[in-house]
Structures are given as C-alpha cells and as structure tokens.
C-alpha cells in the first residue's frame, strides 16, 4: 500500500471499531425497538407467536389515560425540579463566586452527590423519607410540626422525588454556573461598575447574558437527564402511589417487564427517543462545539 | 416348608429394612454431585427453609445454588428465565400463586405427576393426602375448572411451600387496656380500630396499601366476606357492585385509622408496623406467626393473640402463598424434583415449623412438640383453614396485569381519599373487561 | 489565572454557606453510612440518635450470606474492561474528526452528540432480545458491550474538545521529522490528552459501575454485578435497611474516592466544551 492509500484510510481506521460497536449496540437495537413496535409479543413466548399489529400500539399509547398521566407527571417533574436547580443553583454561583481560599475542598464535596450511583440514592432518600422511622420525620417533629406519611401520599411522594433530585443536580448547576463564571472579563464588570450600575443591574444586565450560553446547555442537560430518569424512582417509590411519581422511563419499564407487552413498551419508547432527540437537537442548534473545522 | 417359609419371610423383611434404606439412597444416587439451582422468595418461610439446604446436600449430595428475590421481582425475572430457548438458569422456581395460570398457559412448567409417580424418585412415604387440602388445591392445581379451581383437569404443577391462609392477630394488652373483645365481625373490627386510634394513639389495623399488586391483595380480603366478587359468572365485572365499593370503602377506613404510611406498606412495611407496636391489629397471612416470637424482629412477643378472619355476611378468608415447581427448560429436573419433594416431606416441614416457618402438612400441625410452641396460634389457624377460600381471587393467567395496573391503579386513589370508592371502581370496569376478553374468558 | 497568593480570605458569611451547602451533599451519605453500622433494633428506634454503638454484623452478612464479593467482582471486571475499550476507540476516533477531513465526518459527529442523550429504558428490551439472540445475554461481555455503546458518544466528544485544543504545530513537526500518522497519535498526541483521558476514564467508570437497569435485565445470579444486586434487599419481609445500606455504602465507595482523587477533572469534564475559550 502506498503512503498516500494509508494515508487516505487512516481515519476511516480509526474511527472503524467506534462505529462498528455504536452501530451494534446502539442503532441496531433502536431499530430493533422501531420493529417490535408493530408486533404484539408477550415476554416468555417465541417472536413467531407474535401477532403484526401494525400501528394498534401507538394508537393505544394516544389513547391510553395512563400514558398521558405519566408524560405529564415526567414533565411537571422536569419543569419545577429543574427550574428550582437553575435558580438555586445561579443564586449561589452568584452568591459563591469570588474564589475564596478552601475553594477547591468544598468543590470537591459539590460534586459528591452527582457520583452516587442513583440506585444509592433513591435507597437513602426511601430511608430519609419513611414514614416511620425516616430522619426526614424526625427532624419535622423536632421542629415542632407533624409528620408526614410522604411516600404515601401523591403529592407529598412527588415533592420526595423532586427535592431528591435538587439535592442531586443543584451542586452541579452551581459548578457550571461557577465555571461560566469564571470566564466573565474583569473590565466588563469594571465598565459596568464605572457606568453607575448597581448591584442588581450588574447582575441582570452583565452576568446572566453572559451565562446565557452555559445556562441553556446546562438547562436542556438536565432536562434530558430527567426524562431518562429512572433508576431513582424505581427504588424509591416505584411509580407509586397510583402514578403520581410514574416517570416516563419507569412506565416503559413496567409495560416491558411487568405487563410483559413487548410491542407497546416499544411504541413508548420511540416516543420517548423523540422527545428527547428533540431537546438535544435544540442544544445543538445553541451551542454547537463542533463549528471548527477539520485541520488537514 | 412353613418354617422355612417363615424363616425366608424373616429373612427378607430383615434384609428388607436396610434395603429401603438402600433404596432411600438410590434415589438419590444417580444425582448424587449434581448442583441445582433455586429461585426463592425473600419470604419469612424461605428464610427458615433455607437453613436445611446445607442439610439436603449433607443426605442427597445434590448441591444447592441459591437466587435470593424480591418477590414481586421474582417474576420478571423467572418469565425471562424459563422463556428461554435451550436450557434456563433455573432447575427450581418457586411461584406465587398467583403466576400459576399464567405459567401453565405459557408453558413454562412442568407437570408434576409425571414425577410422582416415577418409583425412581418418588418417595413412598411423601404422602400427598398429608398436605394440608386447601393448600394443594389452591397453590398446586391448574387446569381445572376456570383454570384455577381444583375439579375435572386439574394436573399439579407446583409443590405448596410457604402456602398459607389469612389469620387475626392482636395485641392482648391493648385489647384488655381499653376493654376491647377479641374482633368477630368487621363491625367490631372497625369500631375497635377506630377506639385504639383515638385512645391508644397508635394505628388500629395495620393493612398493606402500596400502589399495584399490594392495594388490590388488601382489598380482596374484605371482598369475599361480604359476598362480593371480582368477577361474575359471565366474566363482567362484579367489583364495582356494592360489595366490592363496601370492600374498598372498608379499606380506606383501616388506612384512615391505622399507622402513618399505608398507602406505601408493601408486606414487608405492613408486617413492620405490627411487630414494631405501631398498629395494634394485624389481618393478613399467618406468616407472621413466626416472626411475633422472634426477638431480634419483634417487640411484641407475648402479647398477641390470635383469631379467625372477621366475619362480614360470611366467613372467607384468603387462601395462596407459594409453591416450588419446575421449568420446562431446567437442566436438571430431576435433582429438582427430589429437591422439591424433600423440603416438602414430613420430616423437613416438621423442622420449618419449629423454626418458625409456615405449616404445610397436617402431620405438622398436629405434632406435639409444635402444639407447644404454636399453642397460642394453632387453634386460630385450624379454623382459618377451615374458611380458607380457593376462590377469593380469581388466578386467571391475566390476573396479575389485572390486579398489578388496573384495579391496583384505581384503588391508591380510593385510600388516599381523592375519589370516591364507587367512581374509581367504575372507572376500572372498561380496561378489566377488556383483559378478560382479551383472555378468551368473556365473550362479547 | 488568578496567582493563589492573591486568593483572598473569604467573609465568615461566605464560608458559612458554603459549609451549609457541603452538609446538605453530605448529610444523606452520612446517614447512609451510619445506618450501615446500625442493628435493626436500633433502626427502628423510635428516638433518634447521633451517637450510638456501632456494628459490622450487616457487612458481614451481606459478605457471607449474599455473595456480594462475587457481585463487586463482576461489577469491578465490567467497569474496567468498558472503560479501556471506550478510551480506545473513542480516543481514535475523536482524533480522526478532529484531525482528518473525511466522508461521513459530519452526520458522524452530530449523530455522536444526539446519541449522547439516549434514555437506557428505550435499550432495554431489543437489547435483551438481541443480545439473548446473540448468545450474550447472561454474559458479563454483553454488559460491557452495551456499557461500552452507551459511553462512546460522550467520550467521543469529550476527547474530540480537548484534541481540538491542542496546537498542531507539534503534529506537524512530527510529521515533517518522517513520523507516519499512527507513529504522531500515540507519540505526540496522548501523552498531551491525559487529562481528557481521566476525565473521560472517570465517567465511564462512573456509568458503567453505578447502572442498574440495563446490568438487571442482562445479568443472572452468576454475572450479576452489585447494583443489580442491591434490588435483592428491596424484600418485602421488614425492610432489612441495615444491609441495604451496607450494600450501599459498598456501591458508594469507588465513585466517592475517585471524586475525591479527581475532582478537578471531573469538573474539567463537565465543562469542557461548554464554556467557550
């Protein structure tokens, strides 16, 4: 082979073995997913037996309450669990943001949280929540008010579910906050302090335009991160009581594996796939890390 | 020639004694270094059961491999298993009762008669008719009539295990604080609930409550005591008429007076709460009778009594639990089979009970040694079994979706009070009829 | 940069919050922790107490009865091996993006950055399905497969932003100095990604060693790894918490050392890309 061959081949080398196990372990079994959508195929029977339905399960999934009630606990869930992170999370990055000695030691315990494995946390937060004998209630009681039944009740199981996911993802809206931060021109502040702005102007105006880019990747990330939620609210309420904490994800999971109707959880998940394929193309119409061209 | 006949009938039968006991090994023999393995149930009766594994191997030389579940998870991952092409992970899977149908139609067990009477392996002295009866017809039997009931068809596909009835327990000292009589009728019952509450500030009865297979057990155990149904002889739905609102409306009284959480008490949560003294009552499987002894999971030994299910307009109580069987593509079915058969044997279910695990065989109950341990128990438990109810649920192959996603949907709502029982029912009668039709079983 | 002489004293008030914020992250795993060391008596004590006598009796059981070195064994081969395959072949393929003009390279590239976001339920069921048809269901190799899948896209674009990074001059040079194109990737170019690496090791290893649902569809009782297992505790006979817990703070344990080893590029990670310049 000539040099100029080998040469030409090289990236198709190197990007070869990727591909191959992306395609196998990705995109085949999303088309696996596309396929089975038109079948009715119970777990535990030969795919011969299964009926071809064609569209039936997409057109159940439309009509079904129970789908619509999971998407909009999924979404309600994304939107305040998510919103309360972005504030909280750019209230005290704002707050923190002048690098203090000792800075890096707490940001090591910031990043803590967002390492556990999820199927950890939703066991130590079924813990901290519970009824009985959870800390949660006796640190209510300590304060004088009374406890709460909260995995039991559907609002107060799916208040559980968001607080555990801000005490989750907050540290990490606070760290990329920090780090958009840090990028922000000294003598752009200075400028906006000589203009005469005051504190909240300073704020408003000058920091959070600049942020702009950071907080929607951040924003759309955890978005994301909250529809594929799943192992969490498996552990911790099972989607109970009734469907008030019924993720999506978790729905698709059940109709896999508890109703045993491979077809349908199928339709549910392309659903699912789209959704989420949506938000990700909107972060890449904002942010797109790949506008560099190639070098050679 | 008669001495001589005598002296060789002498002869054999004293030849004949160890060669039985030869034949006991025999049995075993052909298996002996053979490894099975078990899926069970983290379950109070397993948790006795498994300390004789070591046993089992000790006399058979057929080792035992252990897979350890939850048991609501138990089935996803037992359908996998069995459903596979070639051989299963499993040589013995041990079912809720609820399952049964569901496996059979699927095909994944085994039938077992086969096996029993298969001189090679069976063991003369296993005594099928010793299993308590309600036991074998409700856990053991499918094929019969509406697929669950015993009758013309029924094969065994299970071996019962860890089968159990329904039972009363309560705390003497609190009934007599507050001049309470022991509950008869449900009448009694809740208005005994309704005075612990408010005088004794604990909860009255504890209840299982958690959304799905959970809620809707729970509320099967008031149905049939008040005549009610799930379905009726033409397969409609029966559950939303007045006895089965009567049933959920009964429920969302025990969760209103009972301890802090219900609504998310799966078996475990719900035995807890009894063991740990925040309810006073306890109404569900008599498998809590071993643990109320144990000290290091309870701190009421001494104090409960025990009494028969309460009466509605009759008496019914719940009837299931689990059973042992084989899947179709177990490597080793045979070493199964003989696994299965001696946990079940007189002899091992004499040391479970002792231990603290539940009674299968009439043998068991009726021994000495465990009528001194179980004194307080036992006269509850004969007459449990007596009302013992096959039919308190209907075990069709669609029963779990049915009991799991829908009725199990429409119940939470009831008892944390944000619909009322009749319109939640109602709304559950569309998607259960389709199920059944779905199933062949309505006709419409 | 700002010089580390020049790093102020923070104000009482500021160091009070940030306190506040690091028991609030701690507070739970603390707990987690101390209720690990808890018998079951005193887990359902009605009082609360900070203080109490500690045992290793759930640690010792989850070890003996529960075959838990088994899982954290499998656990511990599948995160290892997923994560040296995914550097592999993702570190080679972000540098042929970012380094070469090629046919495919654009609908390469955005499909990495879409794939990135996949939801592991929509897996779930083909994977089983194929992977059983594949005669890898059950195996630790097809959870190291779907480990490795899940994770290229990420570490592709990861790496693919820190070899953008890196002036070419010194590829350049190389080349010109007669090094052919594989000679200047292993001797030029991943000497000077170490930190990309251990960013990207670390989030691989983090995914692969903490995921649950795909490793409990595609395991048995033999090819189990500990997350999976850790759905045995959830028994329906009085919540055993003193030995989910210890099973817990078993699963904590790698991910807790590496954060506090790497934090630095763990941070580096997550922000790589988003901040500009």
């Known amino acids: 082979m000539t040099s100029a061959r080998l040469a030409r081949l090289t990236p198709y080398i190197y990007i070869l073995p990727a591909v191959l196990v992306m395609l196998a372990g990705l995109m085949y079994p999303i088309l696996s997913a596309v396929q089975l959508s038109f079948y009715d195929w119970s777990l535990g029977t030969d795919f011969e037996t299964a009926r071809f339905v064609g569209l039936d399960a997409f057109v159940e999934m439309l009509k079904s309450e129970q789908v619509w009630t999971s998407m909009g606990v999924t979404v309600a869930f994304v939107l305040i669990a998510v919103s309360a992170e972005l504030v909280l999370g750019v209230a005290l990055a704002l707050f923190l943001e002048k690098p203090v000695r000792g800075m890096r030691f707490f940001r090591t315990i910031f990043v803590l949280p967002m390492m556990i494995a999820p199927i950890c946390v939703g066991l130590i937060w079924r813990y901290l929540f519970d009824a009985n004998f959870g800390p949660v209630n006796h640190a209510v009681s300590w304060m004088g008010l009374s406890p709460q039944a909260w995995l039991a009740d559907p609002v107060l199981a799916f208040t559980a579910m968001v607080v555990t996911d801000i005490w989750q993802w907050t540290p990490f809206v606070l760290i990329m906050v920090l780090a958009g931060l840090q990028g922000l021109d000294e003598s752009v502040m200075e400028a906006a302090r000589i203009d005469g702005a005051n504190w909240w102007q300073q704020i408003v105006r000058v920091k959070l335009p600049i942020l702009k880019p950071i907080l929607i990747v951040t924003l759309l990330a955890r978005m994301i991160d909250g529809f594929r939620g799943l192992e969490v609210i498996y552990v911790m309420t099972f989607g109970g009581p009734g469907l008030s904490t019924e993720l999506f994800s978790l729905h698709i999971f059940k109709a896999a594996f508890i109703s045993q109707k491979l077809g349908y959880s199928s339709a549910l998940s392309i659903l699912l796939l789209v959704i989420v394929s949506a938000l990700s193309i909107a972060i890449l119409l904002i942010s797109n890390p790949l506008k560099t061209k190639a070098r050679r | ?444 | 940069m700002s010089n580390p002489e020049t790093v102020p004293r923070g104000s009482p008030l500021h160091y009070l919050m940030l306190t506040l914020l690091a028991t609030s992250c701690l507070l739970p795993l603390v707990i987690m922790t101390m209720t690990s060391l808890k018998t079951e008596a005193q887990i359902f004590d009605t009082q609360w107490s900070w203080l109490f006598a500690p045992t290793l009796d759930n640690y010792r059981s989850v070890v003996q009865d529960n075959h838990i070195e088994r899982y954290m064994l499998n656990s511990l081969k599948v995160s290892l091996a997923a994560t040296l395959i995914t550097l592999m072949l993702g570190t080679m393929c972000a540098y042929a993006m970012a380094r070469f003009r090629f046919l495919g390279r654009e609908p390469l590239s955005y499909s990495t950055l879409i794939l990135r976001t996949l939801p592991p339920a929509v897996l779930a069921v083909p994977v089983f399905v194929i992977w059983s048809a594949w005669g890898i269901g059950d195996t630790l190799s097809g959870v190291v497969l779907v480990y490795v899948a899940l994770n290229l896209p990420f570490t592709i674009w990861l790496l693919y932003g820190f070899i953008d990074q890196l002036p070419i001059e010194l590829e350049e040079a190389a080349a010109i100095d007669g090094c052919g194109p594989f000679k200047v990737f292993y001797k030029i170019v991943l000497p000077l990604l170490k930190p990309g690496l251990a960013a990207a090791a670390i989030f691989t290893f983090r995914l692969a060693w903490n995921e649950f649902i795909l490793s409990f569809i595609l395991t048995n009782r033999i090819t189990r790894t500990l997350p999976a297992s850790i759905s045995n505790y959830i028994t329906d006979t009085g919540v055993e918490w003193g030995k989910i817990m210890a099973a817990g703070v078993l699963i904590a344990l790698p991910p807790l050392i590496f954060t506090f080893v790497a934090a630095k590029q763990i941070i580096t990670g997550l922000t790589a890309g988003a901040v500009k310049g």
């Open chain 2, 1 to 444: 020639m008669k001495r001589r006949q005598l002296l060789q009938g002498a002869a054999a039968s004293a030849a004949l004694g160890p060669w039985v006991h030869t034949l006991a090994q025999d049995r075993y023999a052909k298996y002996k270094g053979q490894t099975i393995v078990v899926n069970y149930p983290a379950h109070p009766h397993y948790d006795q059961a498994e300390k004789l594994f070591a046993e089992f191997t000790a006399e058979t030389g057929i080792k035992v491999e252990r897979d350890k579940m939850q048991y609501l998870r138990m089935k996803d991952k037992q359908v996998l298993e069995m459903g596979k092409r070639g051989n299963g992970d499993y040589d013995v899977a041990v079912y809720v009762v609820m399952w049964k149908t569901e496996y059979v139609k699927k095909d994944l067990l085994e039938p077992l008669d086969g096996y029993f009477a298969n001189k090679a392996l069976a063991d003369p002295g296993w005594d099928q008719k010793d299993i308590i009866g309600k036991y074998w017809e409700t856990n053991a039997l499918v094929g019969g009539p509406k697929m669950y009931l015993p009758g013309p068809g029924a094969r065994p596909y299970g071996i019962p295990f860890g089968a159990e009835t329904g039972v009363l327990a309560y705390r003497t000292d609190i009934l007599e604080k507050h001049k309470i009589a022991v509950p008869k009728t449900y009448n009694d019952l809740l208005s005994a609930c309704r005075v612990i509450k408010d005088k004794e500030g604990i909860g009255g009865l504890t209840s299982r409550g958690q959304t799905g297979h959970q809620v809707t057990a729970a509320w099967l155990l008031h149905l049939t005591p008040h005549g009610g149904e799930v379905f009726d002889s033409n397969w409609r739905a029966a559950f939303n008429n007045a006895q089965g609102v009567r049933a959920a409306e009964i429920l969302k009284e025990i969760v209103d007076t009972g301890p802090a959480g219900i609504p998310s008490y799966g078996f475990g949560e719900m035995q807890n709460a009894f063991l740990q003294g925040q309810a006073a009552m306890y109404l569900d499987s008599v498998a809590i009778m071993g643990p109320v002894q144990d000290p290091a999971k309870s701190r009421i030994a001494g104090k409960v009594g025990y009494a028969v299910h309460p009466k509605g307009t009759q008496h019914s109580a719940q009837s299931g639990g689990f059973a042992m069987a084989i899947p179709k593509n177990a490597r080793n079915k045979d070493a199964a089979f003989l696994f299965m058969q001696w946990m079940t044997s007189k002899q091992a279910d004499l040391k479970i009970a002792m231990s603290g695990g539940n009674i299968n065989r009439w043998s068991t109950l009726d021994n000495a040694d465990v009528g001194k341990k179980y004194a307080l128990e036992l006269p509850a438990l004969r007459e449990s079994l007596k009302i013992a109810n096959p039919d308190w649920r209907p075990l069709i192959p669609e029963w779990d979706h049915i009991s799991q996603q829908i009725i199990g949907q429409a119940l939470p709502d009831v008892i944390t009070g944000r619909k009322p029982a009749k319109q939640a029912l109602d709304a559950a009668v569309k998607a259960a009829e389709d199920a059944v039709r779905q199933g062949g079983w309505l006709k419409s």
